[in-house]
């Protein structure tokens, strides 16, 4: 670490963890610092997998709140910390736990999956999660010829054109995603037109058709150190370059709109990894009849044969 303040941090986090028997993860959209002092960095299915596996007595998830609760169902004997207790995600409260049942109430008999990126609650009342590498893999493990798919309208509509069965989305999106528009990808064709053009699935329909790639961010990690290309603009959080930039340093890699930040992603930093391995806080707790049925729908999908990991 080349700040000495931060070197500073990390030394003491680094003593905490010792004392308490702890690991910190973090998603890939964190911040640098962040990622720098994590065990563990990876995309929403690599972490509820790692959270899963792991044995400590603390995971300190640096993360939202919807991944911290996902840790918490998969490790109910573990704590888990979330650094940052209002680091929510407006895509998961899009849709509630009444408004899951009522939909499900409207469209008796069909599957309905819901995206990790959804409270306890709807987990609790869905039929199986998907994440954005799998969703593909769940709707198609499923019976049935139509299948509800909550809350993101974008991921529901580039599943929608990998399967043959009839895709009834909830109307929630990702605003970071969804703001990243065709004239962003334009531009940034127009500045780097050697760059090959990655987004997530996340994004619009139009910026879908015109990309050459459509990956989660776990997936960008592996095909960053793969692909021969030397520039790659990313059509996801801008944050995401950092991991990417550390890890190939003989490519370039630029956001496809420099402002498309996750201000929820970013609310955690280094003080506050400290402050949460020194006070314990903040716990994410689910009360146990809630976190028992959620964990059947997390379950389902990481044992669904055939999934992407
Ligand atoms: P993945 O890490 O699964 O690609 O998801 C991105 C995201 O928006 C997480 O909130
Ligand atoms: Fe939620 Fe979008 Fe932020 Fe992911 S990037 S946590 S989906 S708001």
């Given amino acids: 670490m080349k700040n000495t303040k931060n070197a500073g941090i990390a030394g003491r986090i680094e003593e905490l963890k010792k004392k308490h028997n702890a690991v910190i993860i973090a998603h890939n959209y964190q911040i640098g610092e962040v990622q720098d002092v994590a065990d563990f960095v990876g995309d929403s299915l690599e972490l509820s997998q790692k959270a899963a596996q792991i044995e400590s007595d603390i995971i300190v998830f640096c993360g939202v709140h919807f991944m911290a609760e996902t840790a918490a169902i998969l490790s109910p004997q573990k704590t888990v910390l979330l650094p940052e207790k209002d680091a929510g995600c407006p895509m998961a409260d899009m849709i509630t736990a009444s408004d899951m049942r009522e939909w499900k109430k409207r469209y008796p008999g069909r599957n309905a999956v819901c995206y990790v990126n959804t409270t306890a609650e709807v987990k609790a009342e869905c039929d199986i999660c998907c994440t954005s590498s799998n969703a593909v893999e769940v709707v198609e493990s499923l019976d049935g010829d139509e299948i509800l798919f909550a809350p993101d309208k974008n991921l529901a509509a580039y599943v929608a054109r990998h399967t043959d069965k009839k895709i009834i989305p909830w109307d929630g999106y990702c605003y970071v995603h969804n703001n990243i528009h065709v004239k962003d990808i334009e531009e940034k064709r ?97 009360p146990p009849e809630i976190s028992q049925r959620a964990l059947g729908s997390i379950k389902k999908m990481i044992q669904i044969k055939g999934v992407k990991k």
Avoid at 220 to 238: D, H, P, R, S, W
Avoid at 251 to 261: C, Q
């Fill in 190 to 286: 127009r500045l780097y037109p050697e760059a090959e053009i990655w987004v997530h699935p996340e994004c619009r329909p139009e910026v879908i058709d015109i990309a050459d790639e459509v990956f989660s961010t776990g997936k960008m990690v592996k095909e960053a150190k793969e692909t021969e290309k030397k520039q790659i603009v990313l059509g996801t959080e801008a944050g995401m370059t950092y991991r990417l930039k550390l890890e190939n340093p003989d490519k370039e890699f630029f956001p496809a709109k420099d402002l498309a930040f996750c201000f929820n992603m970013k609310k955690i930093d280094l003080n506050k990894v400290l402050t949460s391995l020194e006070d314990l806080k903040y716990i994410v707790e689910v």
